[in-house]
């Protein structure tokens, strides 16, 4: 049974950090691409960053880019969100999703090319 355990998120002002974990279980992690998206209320659930496998090709968001960075530990199975210069815009609830094949990576802004999502973590920005 696959398992993705977010955690990390919180309150934080407009201007500040926050970093997102994402601890994966049941399957080999670093076969893997990963990706983070976030769903606001009222939004649809919108892509966020993308890692493949081996965490050298990365896709991000025009929303985002420039201010969060994703990356991956394969040791601990786990993919991480540094989120830098948050805005009251990015306030969501932030998922990990997991890609269905292993060693390839789908089309990352596409949810149907996960399988297995986390439960997400709430990230709430202050104006």
């Known amino acids: 049974q696959v398992q993705l355990a977010e955690s990390g998120g919180g309150l934080v002002q407009a201007g500040g950090s926050l970093r997102l974990s994402c601890a994966a279980s049941?399957?080999?992690?670093?076969?893997?691409?990963m990706g983070w998206f976030r769903q606001a209320p009222g939004k649809e659930r919108e892509f966020v960053a993308g890692?493949?496998?081996?965490?050298?090709?990365?896709t991000y968001a025009d929303s985002v880019k420039g201010r969060f960075t994703i990356s991956r530990d394969n040791a601990k199975n786990t993919v991480y969100l540094q989120m830098n210069s948050l805005k009251p815009e990015d306030t969501a609830v932030y998922y990990c999703?997991?890609?269905?094949?292993?060693?390839?990576?789908?089309?990352?802004?596409?949810?149907?090319?996960?399988?297995?999502w986390g439960q997400g973590t709430q990230v709430t920005v202050s104006s």
């Open positions: 999703a997991s890609q269905k094949r292993p060693n390839y990576c789908g089309y990352y802004y596409d949810k149907g090319q996960y399988d297995y």
């Open positions: 049941g399957r080999t992690f670093s076969s893997y691409c």
């Open positions: 890692i493949n496998w081996i965490g050298g090709i990365i």
